[in-house]
């Protein structure tokens, strides 16, 4: 089996729910370069930016919550290029809390570890293999931070960005590379076949109270923030 194409219990692509998202948009009709982009563009701006409650969700799960962050989004991405037939890979890190910042404040923020796990999906295209990162922020957010902070117009860290060009991050696919938080990375961890490898190996740093407290309070507290940045808040 192609390592690159196979499903797991993360990447559940044969779900009726996604079939029929597939079917749905009719990504099949798309040539292969317009495909990567159609279904970029929708885990981009269709599903949100936000905190679901683990980082190893089923793709079905992270569709059906209808927003995500770095390492969900990942795996919705790579579910959904599999299942139109589009090898990919993830590549695996830790990011630095900092640009957490703003999306988690006060106490919350000063509990959190220093170093969030953190993924980007690689697609091969002809041979070539590029890196989509920029997938993280629906454009609906993106622009209403950029509002909320129009006079920064170099690097920016925070509210779930790190990059060194904030008026203008690389964020649309055009057969090259995207990134909107690569700037945090502190660590590498490589690459893996699928996220199911990932997590196996490697998973937030949490005791079970912190993780108790993150799945109940402090993530809807940081999609409060998220959502209200979006609204112009």
């Given at each position: 089996?192609?390592?690159?194409?196979?499903?797991?219990?993360?990447?559940d692509?044969n779900?009726?729910?996604?079939?029929?998202?597939?079917?749905?948009?009719?990504?099949?009709?798309?040539?292969?370069?317009n495909?990567?982009?159609?279904?970029?563009?929708?885990?981009?701006?269709?599903?949100k930016?936000?905190?679901?409650?683990?980082?190893?969700?089923?793709?079905?799960?992270?569709?059906?919550?209808?927003?995500?962050?770095?390492?969900?989004?990942?795996?919705?991405?790579?579910?959904?290029?599999?299942?139109?037939?589009?090898?990919?890979?993830?590549?695996?890190f830790?990011?630095?809390?900092?640009?957490?910042?703003?999306?988690?404040?006060?106490?919350?923020?000063?509990?959190?570890?220093?170093?969030?796990?953190h993924?980007w999906?690689?697609?091969?295209?002809?041979g070539?293999?590029?890196?989509?990162?920029?997938?993280?922020?629906?454009?609906?957010?993106?622009?209403k931070?950029?509002e909320?902070?129009?006079?920064?117009?170099?690097?920016?860290?925070?509210?779930?960005?790190?990059?060194d060009?904030?008026?203008n991050?690389?964020?649309?696919?055009?057969?090259d590379?995207?990134f909107?938080?690569?700037?945090g990375?502190?660590?590498?961890?490589?690459?893996?076949?699928?996220?199911?490898?990932?997590?196996?190996?490697?998973r937030?740093?949490?005791?079970?109270?912190?993780?108790?407290?993150?799945?109940?309070?402090?993530r809807?507290?940081?999609?409060?923030?998220?959502?209200?940045?979006?609204?112009?808040?």
């Amino acid at each position: 089996m192609n390592n690159y194409l196979k499903e797991t219990p993360i990447l559940d692509y044969n779900n009726h729910t996604i079939q029929e998202l597939i079917k749905e948009r009719k990504w099949q009709n798309l040539n292969t370069a317009n495909r990567i982009k159609a279904i970029y563009n929708f885990v981009r701006d269709e599903i949100k930016f936000g905190y679901n409650i683990a980082d190893n969700l089923p793709a079905s799960s992270v569709l059906k919550d209808g927003y995500g962050q770095c390492n969900t989004k990942a795996t919705l991405l790579m579910a959904l290029l599999r299942a139109t037939g589009i090898q990919n890979r993830i590549h695996g890190f830790t990011i630095d809390k900092a640009l957490q910042k703003g999306a988690i404040t006060g106490i919350w923020y000063q509990l959190s570890p220093k170093n969030i796990l953190h993924s980007w999906v690689e697609v091969e295209l002809e041979g070539v293999w590029y890196f989509l990162e920029g997938v993280i922020l629906d454009k609906i957010y993106l622009g209403k931070l950029q509002e909320k902070f129009k006079n920064c117009n170099t690097a920016f860290c925070g509210y779930g960005v790190y990059t060194d060009s904030f008026i203008n991050p690389k964020i649309d696919w055009n057969l090259d590379n995207t990134f909107i938080q690569k700037m945090g990375i502190n660590q590498d961890f490589g690459l893996f076949y699928t996220p199911d490898d990932f997590y196996a190996e490697h998973r937030q740093e949490l005791n079970s109270i912190k993780r108790f407290i993150f799945r109940n309070i402090v993530r809807h507290k940081m999609n409060k923030n998220v959502e209200n940045i979006r609204k112009g808040k």
